[in-house]
C-alpha cells in the first residue's frame, strides 16, 4: 500500500472544507483548492472555527488545533499542488466538472497517486474514463457534517484496483472513520436504501396518509431514527434528494424510484429546505 503524506482536497464548500480539516487533523499535509482567494479564506475560516469549537469542548488540544491550521495550504488550482499522493474532489456534483477537475489533478499528481471523489450519486466508472489510469480512481462518499460523521462510503469503479481500494480504506481508518464498501451502482447503499425511503414519505404526505409530523414520528419513536424522513429532506436539500432519486430512476430505469410529484413541485416552488429557510417544515434563519 502507499504512503500517504500529502494530499490535495479540491473544492471548499460544506463538504470540502470538512475533508480537509479531517485530513490535517489527522497529520497529514493538506492543500486546499479554490477557484478564488476569497473562497479559500471562507474555507480555511470555517476550519478554523471548527477546530475551535472541537478545541473549547475538549474534544482536541490547543496543541492539535494549531498543528492542523498549520498543516493547511490554500491554493487556486491542482497545479500549486504538484506532487501530492491521494486527492479528494469536493467540487459540485456535475460530472462534466468532475471529469474536467480529474484531468487537472493527474497533471499535477505525483506518480501512482490515488484520486478519488466526493460523491452521493455520480458513477466512479465515468469519472475514471477521464484520465490514463483509471486503476488510480475511486468513490468516497463523506457524511455531513464530516468531522463529526464515522462513516466513509468507499466506491469501487469497475477498474479501480485492489491496491487502490486497500490504501483508501487504511487511509479512511487513519481519519477515524468507519469505511463501508460499496460498487459502483447507481445511489450505491447509502442513497439506493436512504432516497427511496425519503421518496416514499412525500408519497404518504402526498396521498393524505398522514401529516408531515406523524410520518417522522412513526420513523423516529418506531423505527428509532435519530431523524423523521421529511426533516431529515429538509436537512439534506430537497434539490438533492430529487437530483439523487433522478439518478436512481435513470440508472435502474424501474418505476419504484421514479419520484414523487410533490417532491419535484417542492423544489419548483424553490421550497428546498433549511437551505432556502424552508421545506416541508419552516425554518426561520438564525
Not at 484496483?161 to 487513519?174: M, P, Q, V
Not at 440508472?251 to 424510484?257: L, R, T, W
Not at 417532491?263 to 419548483?268: E, N
Amino acid at each position: 500500500m502507499k504512503e500517504i503524506k500529502r494530499v490535495c482536497v479540491v473544492g471548499g464548500g460544506t463538504m470540502g472544507n470538512g475533508i480537509a480539516h479531517v485530513f490535517a487533523l489527522s497529520g497529514l499535509a493538506v492543500t486546499l483548492v479554490e477557484a478564488k482567494p476569497e473562497l479559500a479564506d471562507k474555507a480555511l475560516a470555517t476550519i478554523a472555527k471548527n477546530l475551535d469549537r472541537q478545541a473549547s469542548k475538549g474534544a482536541i488540544s490547543a496543541k492539535d488545533k494549531d498543528a492542523a491550521l498549520a498543516r493547511l495550504k490554500p491554493a487556486l488550482s491542482p497545479a500549486e499542488a504538484k506532487g501530492f499522493s491521494f486527492a479528494v474532489v469536493a467540487v459540485s456534483e456535475r460530472l462534466d466538472l468532475k471529469k474536467q477537475v480529474f484531468r487537472e489533478l493527474e497533471a499535477a499528481a505525483a506518480p501512482g497517486a490515488i484520486l478519488a471523489t466526493n460523491t452521493s450519486s455520480l458513477p466512479i466508472t465515468e469519472i475514471a474514463s477521464a484520465v490514463k489510469d483509471p486503476s488510480r480512481v475511486i468513490g468516497m462518499h463523506f457524511m455531513n457534517p464530516v468531522p463529526v460523521m464515522k462513516l466513509v462510503e468507499i466506491i469501487r469503479g469497475l477498474q479501480t484496483s485492489d491496491e487502490t481500494y486497500e490504501t483508501t480504506r487504511e487511509l479512511a481508518l487513519t481519519l477515524g472513520k468507519t469505511p463501508a464498501m460499496a460498487k459502483d451502482f447507481p445511489g450505491f447503499v447509502s442513497n439506493r436504501v436512504l432516497m427511496p425511503m425519503i421518496n416514499e414519505a412525500v408519497y404518504c404526505l402526498m396521498e393524505g396518509v398522514s401529516t408531515k409530523e406523524d410520518i417522522d414520528t412513526v420513523m423516529k419513536l418506531g423505527m428509532a431514527h435519530p431523524m423523521g424522513p421529511l426533516q431529515l429532506a429538509d436537512y439534506i436539500g430537497l434539490d438533492v434528494c430529487l437530483a439523487i432519486m433522478e439518478v436512481l430512476h435513470q440508472g435502474f430505469a424501474d418505476s419504484k424510484y421514479r419520484p414523487c410529484p410533490l417532491l419535484r413541485q417542492m423544489v419548483q416552488a424553490g421550497r428546498l429546505g433549511v437551505k432556502s429557510g424552508r421545506g416541508f417544515y419552516e425554518h426561520p434563519a438564525k
